[in-house]
């Protein structure tokens, strides 16, 4: 027999076919029902084939665990690649050019020296060991920043290259890295930061720590907050704030019977979060 | 004149028509059922896992020795491994006690049956949670109420199976190898956003010898693995190593809610 193409009835024919095939298209689609064939032992547990739906910006490889596996999950942190050293601008004002170099004394122990070395990547750390922080991983990669190596009131003779002066209530300070100096006699010091500094880029390995809707930056004892023009001011930090390490040179003291850090007159409490200690901001 | 079955007519048309398309989506059906069969565990691997969770789960105490690498990226984008060792001692249904070190850390969680205590030798502190249960009971409210996941917690639980098994999409054997020169099984499994392997020692104590995790919806899909040594099952152990206390000096601070800090987070910066 030969198929009439122009036969009437086709167009209804094509039509009911189409109908069924499309109904019965979702069986087709259906994943297979209790494991076919019992393999999966009758666990089925609801099935579970759809894909769990977790927010791809996750971290959990310190969880090591099925069971737990998007139960907790942690903010992946996000690398940020150093930015070039750029030149201050024009509000702050180099310092004499023969401070800066000058060598340091044999005696002063917070040399140049401990500063990180700019240049080319070194075995993939860009010259610096820092790592992204994983609050909960034991890594061991010392990740020592300029400003790791801050001691109050420790002199300096000569200021770092790429130091720069501002002033602050009308005290002037000179800046390098997340530390602040002071003159002293015809050296220079190491002094708290102080609050309302504004610099043009925060500190290496600064840590954002976002609180309600503002982000605050956090090194070396200080808190930034980004201003409109791009650059970041230093601010008091709020209480209850929670920073994963204490400043540098932060003391033991005693409040209320209880452990607790003092830093440039801030009070951090240690506590355990997420299973490692961490440091919230309180007031005694 | 033609037999009534075979007549000719628009509606037996329609009806064959109707026949064929259900013809095709049947076939459709069974091809797509055919192409899902890998959404199913290998039986052989079923049954591997099942019987060294069903080892594991019988066992009235045991003790174990971990050492795990974990991918970490650092700050310039590269990618290497963190170390670190767990020893694991177990009593069921309601003592545990670990103690996790790397080069600098050093911190211990006890767990005996009223009490989640953690403690960083490191830096003389510890911290204590009422948890009164089980050993599950103290897993699940460690991980969910105070956002401290105990590494390898599902070789630690009651039913190792029940929570392995969640969500599979696939488990297949891959046969024979040998983990530290100790001949094992080497299994595969996946769900939604994990791959992970395991390797069960041949014989007749099938206990886990290697797991890796692969968390594929993480970039670079990072990986954590662990190598289990120094399998235990006769060594009695008894209360008071699942009993903490905490040394001279050791100060008390808290250990905070997950729910209390849920509105900060922290990421390097710079």
């Given amino acids: ?284 | 004149m033609k037999p009534k079955l075979f007549r000719s007519t628009t509606v037996s048309r329609h009806l064959y028509a109707g026949l064929a398309g259900l013809l095709a989506a049947a076939s459709l059906a069974v091809v797509t059922a055919w192409a899902d069969d890998t959404n199913v565990i290998d039986p052989r691997a079923d049954v591997l896992l099942h019987r060294m969770s069903d080892y594991l789960a019988q066992a009235p105490y045991f003790s174990v020795k971990a050492e795990i690498w974990q991918d970490v990226q650092l700050g310039s984008g590269q990618r290497v491994q963190a170390g670190r060792t767990v020893e694991l001692q177990l009593r069921r249904p309601d003592r545990l006690h670990a103690e996790v070190r790397s080069t600098r850390r050093n911190r211990a969680m006890y767990y005996d049956g009223k009490t989640f205590s953690i403690f960083n030798r490191a830096e003389n502190f510890y911290g204590s949670a009422d948890i009164p249960g089980t050993i599950d009971d103290a897993l699940d409210t460690a991980s969910e109420k105070y956002g401290m996941t105990m590494p390898l917690e599902d070789f630690l639980v009651s039913d190792p199976y029940k929570s392995a098994v969640q969500g599979l999409t696939s488990g297949t054997l891959l046969g024979s190898v040998t983990v530290l020169d100790v001949p094992c099984q080497h299994l595969a499994f996946s769900r939604g956003n994990i791959d992970w392997q395991l390797w069960i020692e041949d014989g007749p104590r099938p206990v886990p010898r290697k797991f890796v995790i692969t968390y594929k919806d993480e970039d670079g899909s990072p990986q954590f693995t662990a190598i289990f040594s120094h399998w235990d099952f006769d060594t009695k152990l008894p209360d008071f190593v699942f009993d903490f206390q905490p040394p001279a000096g050791a100060s008390k601070i808290d250990i905070t809610e997950v729910k209390a800090r849920n509105q900060q987070t922290q990421k390097e910066a710079k």
């Fill in chain 1, 1 to 284: 027999m030969k198929l009439n193409i122009f036969n009437p009835g086709l167009p209804l024919t094509i039509a009911i076919g189409a109908v069924v095939l499309i109904a019965a298209l979702p069986l087709a689609a259906a994943p297979p029902s209790g494991g076919g064939g019992g393999s999966r032992g009758g666990g089925g547990g609801g099935g579970g084939f759809a894909p769990r739906s977790t927010p791809v910006t996750v971290d959990r490889v310190d969880h090591g665990s099925l069971r737990h596996a998007d139960t907790q999950v942690v903010a992946r942190p996000i690398a940020v690649q150093p930015r070039p050293v750029e030149q201050p601008r024009e509000q702050p004002r180099p310092v004499e050019d023969h401070r800066v170099t000058e060598a340091p004394r044999a005696d002063d122990h917070h040399e140049v020296a401990r500063r990180p070395e700019p240049g080319p990547a070194r075995f993939g750390f860009d010259g610096r060991p820092s790592m992204i922080v994983h609050r909960d991983v034991e890594a061991d990669w010392a990740r020592p920043n300029f400003w790791h190596g801050f001691a109050f009131h420790a002199r300096v003779h000569a200021l770092p290259v790429g130091c720069f002066s501002l002033v602050v209530g009308g005290f002037p300070y000179y800046y390098y890295d997340g530390v602040y100096y002071q003159q002293a006699d015809n050296d220079y010091q190491e002094v708290y930061p102080p609050v309302g500094a504004a610099v043009p880029e925060l500190p290496d390995g600064a840590i954002e720590i976002d609180m309600g809707d503002q982000a605050y930056f956090y090194a070396g004892g200080a808190f930034y907050i980004q201003q409109d023009d791009s650059g970041y001011v230093l601010v008091a930090p709020p209480m209850g704030i929670m920073v994963p390490e204490l400043p540098p040179g932060a003391t033991q003291v005693s409040v209320d019977g209880g452990l607790a850090y003092q830093f440039n007159g801030i009070f951090y409490r240690p506590v355990f979060a997420d299973g490692v200690t961490q440091f919230v901001v309180f007031t005694p």
